[in-house]
């Protein structure tokens, strides 16, 4: 179900004051533990939101830049090779070759990890791939990647 117009505004009216605020902040500022917010969040940000508003061009774009980011931590990246996997999905024309090679790189990162969550996101993204394309042979095998 698409999301309501008011929605969809208001969402992108907050990424948009998010990035303004974030760009408004004193780079020098030393930032509490707690509230250590950077740029790499703001792009996993930008990815979810566009993400959820099922516009996968700009989340897959905003997610490929927080790849670039140094300061992304590894959880992160886990997490938005699956969103991108997701996000390929959602193309009328979605590319097959483009969803494996993400899907396997959020995978690879996930059992580095030992993170659970990654994982569980992992085999998510799995299902909906052998939705996407039930009977493909790669896409199967794309379990050993999880279960080694």
């Known amino acids: 179900m698409p999301c309501p117009i008011r929605e969809k505004q208001d969402a992108l009216s907050a990424l948009k004051k998010a990035k303004a605020l974030f760009f408004a902040q004193d780079p020098g500022a ?11 969040n703001v792009l996993l940000n930008e990815g979810h939101v566009y993400y959820h508003l099922g516009d996968p061009a700009p989340s897959i774009a905003a997610l490929d830049q927080l790849q670039e980011e140094r300061a992304a931590n590894a959880t992160w990246k886990a997490q938005a090779y699956t969103e991108q996997t997701l996000a390929e999905l959602m193309h009328p024309s979605r590319d097959m070759e483009y969803a494996i090679d993400r899907w396997i790189k959020g995978a690879q ?4 990890l030992s993170s659970q969550q990654r994982r569980r996101e992992s085999l998510s993204a799995l299902v909906a791939m052998q939705s996407a394309w039930p009977g493909e042979r790669r896409i199967a095998e794309l379990r050993e990647h999880i279960v080694r």
């Open 109 to 112: 990162i996930a059992r580095q």
């Open 30 to 40: 030393t930032l509490p533990i707690f509230a250590d917010y950077g740029w790499a």
